[in-house]
Nanobody, 124 residues
Framework: QVQLVESGGGSVQVGGSLTLSCRIY?????RAWFRQAPGKEREWVGA????????DYSDAVKGRFTISQGNNRNAFSLEMSSLKPEDTAMYYC????????????????????WGQGTQVTVSS
């Protein structure tokens, strides 16, 4: 059973940067980030496979957010820049112990392990 522990998050002003980290305990083949704002559905942010062969992102964050992994692949991070008020949300890391097909990366149901969530607040 994979366990995920998140760290990072906090408050930042518009245009600022923030990095979230997710420590992995177990085997996580596909890793992802999702977010959920109050009153809204959970939204996919981006994902990457453990081999690091390319990440993909939602249109809302593409060009501003980057998913990176440590050399030993037991952690992955979400580096966020040019933050906007609409990026305010609870952010969750997620993982699957099997490879998730690329076309399913945006589906929360494809991931069976979740972090506890960390709040990101962007203020003007």
């Amino acid at each position: 059973q994979v366990q995920l522990v998140e760290s990072g998050g906090g408050s930042v002003q518009v245009g600022g940067s923030l990095t979230l980290s997710c420590r992995i305990y177990g085997n996580a083949r596909t890793r992802a980030w999702f977010r959920q704002a109050p009153g809204k559905e959970r939204e996919w942010v981006g994902a990457i496979n453990s081999d690091g062969a390319g990440a993909d992102y939602s249109d809302a964050v593409k060009g501003r957010f980057t998913i990176s992994q440590g050399n030993n692949r037991n952690a992955f991070s979400l580096e966020m820049s040019s933050l906007k008020p609409e990026d305010t949300a609870m952010y969750y890391c997620a993982a699957a112990d099997q490879i998730v097909p690329f076309f399913s990366w945006s589906a929360a149901s494809a991931f069976d392990c979740w972090g506890q969530g960390t709040q990101v607040t962007v203020s003007s």
